[in-house]
């Protein structure tokens, strides 16, 4: 199956920074990826389809300008969260779709925990 | 659109006893559905899926899903419950052909006593 690494693991920041988070695709070439964000607790909530040589596409209520991704190459898409602040903390995880299933399973990357203090 | 409503929060069981977790979906013809498993600050594992034929699912780690269509339900279950299944559990369905997102229930976490 795919294999998909996300890094870094977690990160600490201070608000108003900047934090860069990425998301590989090991083991296949990815046109798309997705980007989660979930609370404590809760469910996955879809922040955004990554497209490989294109924009990104935000699911609504998402701020593009908030959250920046680029998908430049096809193993690697970035999500970057600018001017970080606390409640932008939570667990964000990426993840790629099956191409060798028509079923659209997703496989996950193990996650990055952001904290901004 | 799809939804997934997964009634049980949490749940406790003791080591060795068995298992079933509850997903009910709503979508309009047959989806694709999911079941994911997700450890303390890790990402999801895939369980098991269905989108034909059997709708009994064998999975990894001894689970197994039913598909009923008749109760829009796809519920998760395991003969004997191991202390290392303690994790949180989440139902997906996915649209045919893939194409559209997976949306995910809110998820249950197991709780496995000793």
């Known amino acids: 199956g795919a294999v998909v690494s996300q890094h870094p693991s977690w990160v600490i920041c201070k608000s108003g920074t900047s934090v860069k988070i990425e998301c590989r695709s090991l083991d296949f070439q990815a046109t798309t990826m997705f980007w989660y964000r979930q609370f404590p607790k809760q469910s996955l909530m879809l922040m955004a389809t990554s497209n490989e040589g294109s924009k990104a596409t935000y699911e609504q209520g998402v701020e593009k300008d908030k959250f920046l991704i680029n998908h430049a190459s096809l193993t690697l898409s970035t999500l970057t969260v600018t001017s970080a602040h606390p409640e932008d903390s939570s667990f964000y995880i990426c993840?790629?779709?099956?191409?060798?299933?028509?079923?659209?399973?997703?496989?996950f990357g193990e996650g990055s925990r952001l904290t901004v203090l | 659109a799809q939804s997934v409503t997964q009634p049980d929060i949490h749940i406790t069981v003791s080591e060795g006893a068995s298992l079933e977790l509850r997903c009910n979906y709503s979508y309009g013809a047959t989806p694709y559905l999911f079941w994911y498993v997700q450890s303390p600050g890790q990402g999801l594992q895939l369980l098991l899926k269905y989108f034909s034929g059997d709708t009994l699912v064998q999975g990894i780690k001894g689970f197994e899903a039913e598909f009923k269509r008749s109760q829009s339900s796809f519920n998760l279950r395991k003969p004997s419950v191991h202390w290392s299944d303690a994790a949180e559990y989440f139902c997906a369905v996915g649209a045919r052909g893939g194409s559209e997102k997976l949306v995910f229930g809110k998820g249950t976490k197991l709780t496995v006593n000793p």
């Open positions: 993840s790629v779709r099956s191409q060798t299933s028509d079923t659209g399973e997703l496989f």
